[in-house]
């Protein structure tokens, strides 16, 4: 069996020297909107994690086939082609707040967006909330 070692993980980094170098002037914008968004919404600061993605919450996973590992609860990064923010709880019970939210796509745990002018910010910032509280509340047994 090959350890495989989870290349992205939460460093030191500053979170606001890597907004400050986003390119795409609009992404910036976004990603500085998230990032308040996030922090009220969690009430964590905001941590790197990796070279792009900015996480809030750590949990700590094992997995049935004994591999372990830390992760966010619910971060965001603003990448070339979309805003991905992301849910560690799923989507399985927001189906309502997805009518609300304006133009989307989703993978798993991964919400995509093309701008935040896009959509209703309550409704993100309600998603946020119930994801953090919901993968904090699995993983605090």
């Keep these: ?3 495989a070692k989870l290349k ?10 890597f907004i ?8 910036k914008k976004d990603a500085e909107v998230l990032l308040r968004l996030f ?18 919450g750590t949990y700590h996973y094992v997995y049935n086939s ?4 830390d992760w966010l609860m619910v971060g965001f990064s603003p990448r070339k082609q979309n805003l991905s923010i ?25 919400l995509y967006i093309k701008r935040l002018s896009d959509i209703h ?3 993100l910032k309600t998603l946020i909330k119930k994801s953090y ?9």
């Excluded at 400050?20 to 992404?27: H, I, L, P, T, Y």
């Excluded at 905001?46 to 993605?53: A, L, Q």
């Design 1 to 3: 069996m090959v350890d």
């Design 39 to 56: 922090t009220e919404s969690t009430g964590e600061r905001g941590v790197m994690w990796g070279d792009s993605i900015i996480g809030f």
């Design 20 to 27: 400050a170098n986003v390119s795409d002037e609009q992404k």
């Design 133 to 141: 509280t919901a993968t904090k509340k699995q993983y605090s047994k």
């Design 8 to 17: 992205t993980k939460k460093n030191k980094n500053s979170v606001k020297d």
């Design 86 to 110: 992301y849910c560690m709880s799923g989507f399985k019970d927001y189906a309502s707040l997805f009518k609300k939210l304006g133009p989307h796509k989703t993978s798993v745990s991964c």
């Design 66 to 69: 004994g591999r372990e590992g």
């Design 121 to 123: 910010i309550p409704t």
